[in-house]
């Protein structure tokens, strides 16, 4: 097919613009910086640009949608303009240019407000319950694409649930770099049981969906390794692959929200742009439980992870240069 991918200079976009290559399919990249990957054509532009979105789609018979803007903290006119609007954007552009399906890369946060979570699906998505810009302009976007869905332009949402992998700099580079600076606690001594997505997993289930739009469309579905464990063994096991001592001291879970709503808002007030070092958000993730039931997932997409959560630390190690055995 002739797919648009949008936002492929990030981890996941880049992985799941090689995995469409490789598969043959011809691919076109648009970002507002270049990806530069071979066997791409590499289109520069935003979704926040009428002209070039229009042009972009055209000729594309399927749309892989991976922009936004990614960050803790923001003013939410910022948020706005990339993940709704520019969402709302290329749904009514690509379906004008006869794009068949579009397959819409959204987060669990969308349907999180703060509670733990154990053993659930794709709940739906619910801006006025999600925390943060990020997560309710997702969500708002993601009502959006489902919405669009509609005989001759299907849609559907998947919602990688935290993907890391070598030259992550969301999660992978940020736990390194706060660990190796004593600066990185423990919530509620690490016990909450969470999992993740390796990136070759999650550029993997993006396209299966594709694959299997007949079954998708107009849902949800949430991708995860499958493999919860203690986020303090997560963060130790990356922490060991990169070759930085484990976090060691621990601080409370509610302590840490409360400091990190207070940091959030003042962030914000400030216009700073380097992430704070603890958000209400980030806090919540490291100190509840959310882990989900990929039963159904895995039925719906007819796929399964490729690499253990094991196996992808062994990767992460190859990465930084470091000899972990090998599960």
Known sequence: MRILA???SGLLGREVVRLLVRRGHAVTTFQRR???????TDVRGSVTDEAAVRAAVQGAEAVIHLAAKVSFTGRAAEFDEVNVEGTRRLLRLARAAGVRDLVFVSSP???NSGAAIAGLG???ADPARAHGEYSRTKAEAELLALAADAPGFRVAAVRPHIVWGPGDTQLVERVLQRAGRRRLPLLDAGAALIDTTYVDNA?????AALDRMDHVHGRAVVVSN?????VGELLA???AAGGVPAPSWAVPGAVARAAGAVVERLWTWAGRK?????TRFLAEQLSTAHWYDQRETRELLDWTPSVSLDEGLARLAEHYGRNLPRP
């Open 6 to 8: 949008t936002g492929a």
């Open 34 to 40: 270049p990806a530069g990957i071979s066997g791409a």
């Open 109 to 111: 946060s969308v349907a």
């Open 122 to 124: 794709a709940e739906p």
């Open 203 to 207: 550029a993997s289930a993006i396209v």
């Open 226 to 230: 499958g493999e919860p464990r203690p």
């Open 237 to 239: 096991g990356i922490c």
């Open 274 to 278: 380097e992430e704070p070092p603890m």
